[in-house]
């Protein structure tokens, strides 16, 4: 089944969700939690998405199987999951909020207790630095800050508003493990690594273990250059803040967030300061793209300094992917 989502945005709202996945998550009743109580029929340990079977009995006694969305596996190690966690035949009392659809036994997962009583969430691996950075180079940890990042939608013009209300996970590229490009891969809940060299910046993400080069060295954006999918990037500083000017996108279904595609007039501009402690990375993004935004996307996100973490490697299953249509 094929997810439908919601209308376009027309006026300027502001969003601060504490719980999301990668694709929109208005397929799921984030005011529900159900528990259930049943055993693990199958654990798959794979990208972009960990997912959970359990099977129970319904109301009527008749056993059925639910499909439990999880993270991927990067964030679930660091929630403290491993693909040994769960075996065939464990009993499990599992939180969750239910698929809009009442017709799907289908979830996101909130926690998870085993028999021994362990209880385990999907995202709790973030954590506050008590070390403080002497600059922007380095390893940040996102899951924090994607709790509270702040995105500001404005009007879409008639084309990005029609492809909005039409939008379904099918169109998401993730199904195709193809990376989300700017914002979405700055704001996602992955670790980021950033190399300082001399003509260049580096920024690695987890989420697909993508690279982003930043020139330095005074370049402008080439005539008529290669549209690729995280664009081409110029950065320049302003003191300590970094000011990243990316543009020459490829179309994207999904480009600018969840249902607003992207196109060849794409535009985004990013800036990367310290917080005032030093222990975290404020990214902050304004997103142009007049074929389908009259009013600008705006948005930020903290990234927590995290230099004793490991970033991990990130290989996506087309199988897995594949789900995100359903």
């Known amino acids: 089944m094929r997810r439908v989502y919601a209308a376009a945005i027309t006026i300027a709202v502001t969003v601060a969700s504490p719980v999301s996945g990668h694709h929109g998550n208005s397929i799921f009743d984030l005011q529900s939690v159900v528990t259930l109580q049943g055993t693990v029929s199958r654990y798959e340990w794979r990208n972009p998405h960990v997912y959970i079977y359990v099977e129970s009995r319904d109301d009527t006694s008749q056993l059925v199987e639910w499909q439990l969305e999880g993270d991927p596996t990067p964030i679930m190690i660091r929630s403290g999951w491993a693909s040994t966690t769960l075996r ?31 209880l385990l969430t999907p995202r709790s691996g973030g954590r506050a630095s008590s070390v403080r950075a002497t600059g922007l180079a380095g390893v940040w940890d996102s899951v924090r800050g994607y709790a509270g990042r702040r995105i500001s939608y404005g009007a879409l013009t008639e084309k990005g508003a029609a492809a909005q209300a039409a939008y379904t996970e ?56 290669e549209r690729t999918n995280q664009g081409h990037s110029i950065g320049s500083w302003e003191g ?42 404020i990214v902050e993004f304004i997103v142009k793209d007049p074929e389908y935004i ?7 996100v903290a990234w927590d300094y995290a230099p004793d973490r490991e970033m991990l490697p990130f290989g996506c299953d087309p199988e897995n992917a594949r789900l995100y249509e359903f």
């Open 88 to 118: 065939s035949g464990d009993p499990v009392t599992v939180r969750m909020h239910p698929d809009r659809n009442a017709q799907r036994n289908h979830a996101l997962l909130v926690s998870l207790t085993k028999a021994d009583g362990v």
């Open 170 to 225: 099918a169109d998401n590229e993730v199904s195709e493990c193809i990376p989300y490009p700017l914002p979405t891969i700055a704001i996602a809940p992955y670790l980021n690594h950033i190399e300082i060299l001399d003509d260049r910046i580096l920024i690695r993400t987890e989420f697909f273990n993508v690279e982003r080069t930043i020139y330095m060295d005074g370049r402008g954006h080439p005539q008529n250059g």
């Open 240 to 281: 300590d803040v970094l000011v990243v000017d990316t543009t020459l996108f490829s179309d994207s279904r999904a480009g600018n967030l969840i249902g607003i595609p992207a196109g060849a007039q794409k535009h985004v501009m990013e800036r990367y300061q310290l917080s005032e402690d030093r222990t975290q990375l």
């Open 294 to 300: 009259v009013e600008d996307i705006t948005g930020s």
